[in-house]
Nanobody
Framework: QVQLVESGGGLVQAGGSLRVSCAAS????????MGWFRQAPGKEREFVAA????????YYADSVKGRFTISRDNAKNTVYLQMNSLKPEDTAVYYC???????????????????WGQGTQVTVSS
């Protein structure tokens, strides 16, 4: 089992940048594929990005491709989401999630993720 704690959210102007982090407990962080999701008020949770066990493969939603970068530091048990060129429509609660399956595929389906953090609010003002 792993516990996830997000941090780094806040208020930023459109066009700005922000990096959110997700710290994981436990000694087996490198055995989880990791993902970021977000949920805006009144909307369903949506996939943002995913990263493989070693960090060598990544997968992004079309809406953030080229603007957001997911990375991980297994020595620090932490996954990051660097967000650049932020838009008001990026405003949401951002959640990290851990996928413990042994499939090599990176997935956007939230049902494949087994553990979730509590979320961190990101607000982008226009």
């Amino acid at each position: 089992q792993v516990q996830l704690v997000e941090s780094g959210g806040g208020l930023v102007q459109a066009g700005g940048s922000l990096r959110v982090s997700c710290a994981a407990s436990g000694r087996t962080f490198s055995s989880y594929k990791m993902g970021w999701f977000r949920q805006a008020p009144g909307k369903e949770r949506e996939f943002v990005a995913a990263i493989s066990w070693s960090g060598g493969r990544t997968y992004y939603a079309d809406s953030v491709k080229g603007r957001f970068t997911i990375s991980r530091d297994n020595a620090k048990n932490t996954v990051y989401l660097q967000m650049n060129s932020l838009k008001p429509e990026d405003t949401a609660v951002y959640y990290c999630a851990a996928d413990q399956t042994m499939r090599p595929n990176l997935t956007s389906g939230s049902s494949w993720y087994d553990y979730w953090g509590q979320g961190t609010q990101v607000t982008v003002s226009s």
